[in-house]
């Protein structure tokens, strides 16, 4: 919220910068690549039919950014998401994120570095019915080996983050949608990622949920330096975002 905290942020690699300096660092992290995508293609094959479904996509991520991607349905904005983060493999081209080959890495590695690095904000990732809204969020935390006690507690800072300390036992019925997409954003920031892949994040929102849920992202992203590549059919999460990258059947044509 304050210049202060944004200043803050990055203030570990050097404590006694000046204002200036530390406005110019920024400035080189916002710049400096997280994820570098060159000439991805992915086929989908069932039986007969083959679906070229990324078509030789270019695309580089900085660090800090806030990055809409757009495109008409079934244009391949899923799919680029999938590659991108590791999920799921690809044909042809190169992944880089963070200085690392995604070919480089082993299934263990690439789902470790997931685990570390990356959070997310999918609805097939949806969250369980039957356990509290903090019990779904520390959730990604048990499954990496954090101590119960202690993912608890960071489960509950991260609800507090999204402005929902006090329904932390609700489970999700007993919450609203907007409340219900604050909660998987929790899960998504719970391990502190540095990077945050979001796939239609107010898709079944209305209006005031929806607003909420992208200030929430807008501040994570401003104060804290974390990387949102979304994807949205909604101008409203366009606008607030600091580049727009337009799909078309599997190539991106457009990128300001
Ligand atoms: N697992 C799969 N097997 C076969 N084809 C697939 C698979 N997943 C996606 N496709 C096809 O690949 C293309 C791109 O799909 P994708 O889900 O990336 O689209 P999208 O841009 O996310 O669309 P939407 O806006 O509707 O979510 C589509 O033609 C789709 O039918
Ligand atoms: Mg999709």
Redesign the pocket.
Known sequence: MSQTTVREAPATQGQQASGNELEIREEEEATAPIVVAENIHKT?R?GEIE?H?LRGVDLTIGTGEMVAIM??????????LNTLSGLDSFDEGEVTIEGTSLADMNDRKRTDYRARRMGFVFQSFNLLPVISAVENVEMPLLVSGVRPAEARRRALASLESVGLADRASHRPMQLSGGQIQRVTVARALVNNPALVWAD?PTGNLDVGSSTEVLGLMQRLNREQGRTFVI?T?DPQVASLCGRIVQ?KDGEIVANE
């Open positions: 989908f069932s679906v479904a495109g008409p349905s079934g244009c391949g904005k899923t799919t680029l239609e994807v059919h799909m």
